[in-house]
């Protein structure tokens, strides 16, 4: 079994950042597995935000966050984070973090087989 816990959430401006972190436990991870980052804004489906590799130094990001948020991990912590940049009031959401044993860097949640309870970010305007 699979354990995710975010961290870093909070409360920010426009243009701010802020960094997101997202603990896993309760396996070794290997290659093959996908690590992603998804958001959730009331009223609205969760929608893919970033995907890393356990391994290598493949990436994917949603249009709306590229070149603004950046993907990475750090294998010897099993940890994953997601550092977020020039920081929009249309980022507000509830992040997951996401693992799935795949090769592939899925962008829909139901490709995901284990989640994290989630951290709200709210930027304001």
């Known amino acids: 079994q699979v354990r995710l816990v975010e961290s870093g959430g909070g409360l920010g401006q426009a243009g701010d950042s802020l960094r997101l972190s997202c603990a896993a436990s309760?396996?070794?991870?290997?290659?093959?597995?996908?690590m992603g980052w998804f958001r959730q804004a009331p009223g609205k489906e969760r929608e893919f935000v970033a995907a890393?590799?356990?391994?290598?130094?493949?990436?994917r990001y949603a249009d709306s966050v590229k070149g603004r948020f950046t993907i990475s991990r750090d294998n010897a912590k099993n940890m994953v984070y997601l550092q977020m940049n020039s920081l929009k009031p249309e980022d507000t959401a509830v992040y997951y973090c996401?693992?799935?044993?795949?090769?592939?860097?899925?962008?829909?949640?139901?490709?995901?087989?284990?989640w994290g309870q989630g951290t709200q970010v709210t930027v304001s305007s």
């Open positions: 996401a693992a799935t044993p795949s090769v592939v860097l899925f962008t829909t949640p139901k490709e995901y087989s284990y």
């Open positions: 309760g396996r070794t991870f290997s290659s093959n597995y996908a």
């Open positions: 890393i590799r356990w391994t290598g130094s493949r990436t």
